[in-house]
């Protein structure tokens, strides 16, 4: 690797017993890795120990913090469940929020219909939004995922799926460059800074529903001054 390399971890997103979604990322590290721009690591979220009786940043796995921290990118291998994605993917997700911002993400589902997994990159993808990834245009698909491996969990029709990732990577690796040149080039001076993620900022829902639109409007713009030292209020 050199020191332009990008870094960008996979992420698989369930912990079932019998997942096929374990193939389909391995499938991907072993390609990516085949490359001289990019470094990645599998990140298995079932190795992950995070607490179930709490949310967000309180419950961080410092680990998971610091592969993302340093992740030019990233990509999610997320089997399609009742139409929706795993919970503790979600719940995983949500322990992080400043790691993300500025970078891109590319979506893989998996599927056991016919479909690879589309319903799921779609509820996926006002996810990203939120936690401050940008997503890139290409997805990757795998549907009918009981009849892609054979027994010792290799991909049968190999090269189909080789030339499938090497546009999505193309892709990813484009926008990943360039939004790594964005946050180390660009300058925002007085404006917000690239580490506020003002999706943090928030008020929750239920709080939402008790306040104004100017109302949210100066309590995001009271937040996001004390961060910088500097409260105001109008």
Same mark, same amino acid.
């Given at each position: ?19 096929? *979604? ?42 998971? *913090? ?28 949500? *322990? ?137 209020? *109008?």
């Amino acid at each position: 690797m050199t020191n332009t390399s990008l870094f960008i971890p996979v992420i698989l997103g369930t912990t079932r017993q019998g997942r096929q *979604s374990e193939h389909v990322a391995k499938f991907i590290v072993e390609q990516i890795a085949t490359r001289d721009d990019v470094e990645t690591e599998l990140i298995d979220i079932r190795k992950i120990a995070i607490a179930t009786n709490d949310a967000g940043e309180s419950i961080k796995d410092p680990q998971f *913090s610091a592969t993302v921290d340093r992740a030019d990118g990233l990509i999610i291998v997320a089997p399609e469940y009742n139409h929706g994605y795993p919970g503790l993917l979600k719940h995983v997700l949500d *322990s992080c929020l400043k790691e993300y911002i500025h970078k891109a993400v590319g979506l893989c589902g998996v599927s056991a219909g016919p479909f690879g997994g589309t319903r799921v990159i779609q509820n996926l993808l006002p996810v990203m939004r939120e936690l401050g990834l940008m997503t890139i245009f290409y997805d990757l698909n795998f549907g009918n995922v009981q009849r892609l491996f054979d027994e010792s969990g290799n991909l049968i029709d190999k090269q189909t799926y080789i030339r499938r990732l090497d546009k999505f990577m193309n892709e990813l690796v484009w926008m990943s460059t360039v939004l790594r040149y964005g946050r180390q080039k660009v300058n925002l001076e007085n404006k917000h800074s690239t580490e506020v993620n003002l999706h943090a900022n928030k008020p929750c829902p239920e709080m939402a529903t008790r306040m104004g639109t100017d109302a949210i409007d100066t309590f995001i713009q009271a937040s996001t001054d004390t961060q910088s030292n500097k409260v105001e209020t *109008s």
